[in-house]
């Protein structure tokens, strides 16, 4: 999962994501949430271990394309408002309504 700064939504993503994925702990399935300006950057080893690259929004999704030649399906663009606070009741149940989608598999 990756947002702008790592500090509201990729990490609410990755917390609920995880609890969420313990069903399929046999598949070692796991959530990580990275930045694409501050916190902890999403590097191209990031990119080549993940099955899944979950961009928060518009922006975030162009700058991953143009870094690292991201592209769908393992590159999945949302459209999440940077305007929720970090674990936010919200922003929650738009990471749950995105996990029974099924657009992560």
Do not use: H
Not at 65 to 71: A, I, Q, S, T
């Amino acid at each position: 999962m990756a947002c702008v700064n790592e500090r509201q939504r990729s990490p609410t993503f990755r917390r609920v994501l995880n609890k969420l994925f313990r069903m399929y702990e046999d598949k070692g399935y796991r959530a990580r949430s990275s930045g694409i300006l501050d916190g902890r950057q999403l590097s191209a080893e990031d990119v080549d271990r993940a099955y899944r690259v979950i961009a928060v929004d518009g922006m975030v999704a162009n700058s991953l394309v143009k870094r690292f030649g991201l592209e769908p399906p393992k590159l999945i663009q949302l459209s999440i408002p940077d305007i929720y606070e970090r674990d936010s009741p919200a922003l929650i149940a738009r990471v749950e309504r995105f996990y029974l989608s099924d657009a992560w598999k």
